[in-house]
């Protein structure tokens, strides 16, 4: 199993970015999935979850109202569309899945899968 993020980049503050994150091995319809991010010097912290139905969402509050997580079933792809972005938004993002997990424990850390960084830079 392998998840692929991609999107990163550097953006001006109120600006968007939209980070995705690809599987092969699995199948994100069976799986919650979700975000994190790890900022230099500070601890990996949670952003956004979807459900393995897709029908729930869960946000950290720091992102909510501003950040959205969406999921292309046809791609296998997760998204997380980041608008309104801020300075405090720098970091490595990462993507995450497990299938047996709902989005509250996966929000915990509680993934099987991780997949490598991209780096979200918002300058001021």
């Known amino acids: 199993v392998q998840l692929q993020a991609s999107g990163g980049g550097l953006v001006q503050a109120g600006g968007s970015l939209r980070l995705s994150c690809a599987a092969s091995g699995l199948t994100f319809r069976n799986y919650a999935t979700g975000w994190f991010r790890q900022a230099p010097g500070k601890e990996r912290e949670f952003v956004a979850a979807i459900s393995r139905t897709g029908s729930g969402t869960y946000y950290a509050n720091s992102v909510k109202g501003r950040f959205t997580i969406p999921r292309d079933v046809r791609k296998n792809t997760v998204i997380l569309q980041m608008n309104s972005l801020k300075p405090e938004d720098t970091a490595a993002y990462y993507c995450?899945?497990?299938?047996?997990?709902?989005?509250?424990?996966?929000?915990?850390?509680?993934?099987?899968?991780w997949g490598q960084g991209t780096q979200v830079t918002v300058s001021s």
């Open positions: 995450a899945a497990d299938a047996r997990v709902i989005t509250s424990q996966l929000a915990a850390g509680e993934c099987s899968y």
